[in-house]
């Protein structure tokens, strides 16, 4: 939904799917909403989808759905510079058979897109996390394998020397919502270069964090572990 709702007749099938169901839960949103309008904001994923997600009794990725519409909806505000008008613009683009499900809850929803609207921490982390991952790929999981290969005289009679190495396995997800898997081969060394480079990331990274961490902002490791921070 992050897209300009002036040019659009009518909303696409999953964005009328969310806010129809921000509709649904506009109560129970809109008290979570309160209750963490102090709260600092965080990239990470679980700060406030995982407690969304048990008030709600809906799984986390559903919870992350839900939230994802409120940094949505500050462009829409930015974009009406008005509560009441951005509520009828979503409206008037929802199918008829839908708009009633909307309108039902319009006192709760001007309440929500009016903390929206103040840079709600909960919009702002939303935001954080998907500028934290707008990139052409994304690293999904990594695994270096060891093999063995096996040299053979010419005749193919004998076995010569068996030679170790290692394959970096990189799984990645890319701007298609596509998963794909590339293959590395690695010697003795590149591992130990591998390593270093890990290693000296999770150290510039705490740098960076503690010479930032008095500033008048929230500075944090994405996803990182209490070791990390």
């Known amino acids: 939904m992050a897209l300009s709702l002036a040019r659009v007749t009518q909303l696409p099938q999953t964005v009328r799917r969310d806010v129809l169901e921000l509709a ?7 008290e979570f909403l309160k209750e963490t309008a102090t709260e600092k904001p965080s990239a990470g994923p679980g700060k406030f989808t995982r407690p969304l997600a048990w008030r709600l009794s809906i799984s986390v990725t559903e919870a992350g759905r839900l939230l994802n519409v409120l940094p949505n909806l500050q462009l829409i505000n930015q974009e009406t510079a008005d509560v009441e008008k951005t509520f009828s613009m979503i409206q008037d683009r929802l ?46 999981s990594g695994e270096i394998l060891t093999d063995i290969r096996p ?17 970096l396995v990189i799984r990645q997800h890319d701007s298609t919502h596509t ?23 999770i150290q510039k990274a705490k740098v960076l964090q503690d010479s930032l961490g008095n500033l008048p902002w929230v500075t944090e490791i994405v996803s990182a572990t209490d070791e990390q921070t």
């Open 95 to 140: 199918p008829v058979d839908e708009r009633e499900k909307w309108s039902s809850a319009k006192a709760t929803l001007l309440s929500i897109l009016t903390l929206v609207r103040d840079d709600h921490p909960v919009a702002i982390s939303q935001k954080a996390r998907r500028l934290s991952y707008l990139y052409e790929r994304i690293f999904v």
């Open 151 to 167: 040299v053979f005289t010419t005749k193919g009679d004998k076995l010569l020397e068996m030679v170790i190495q290692h394959k």
């Open 179 to 201: 998963d794909s898997d590339i293959h590395f081969v690695l010697d003795a060394h590149d591992v130990v270069s591998l390593k270093t480079a890990c290693e000296r990331a």
């Open 24 to 30: 649904r839960h506009a109560s129970e949103i809109l």
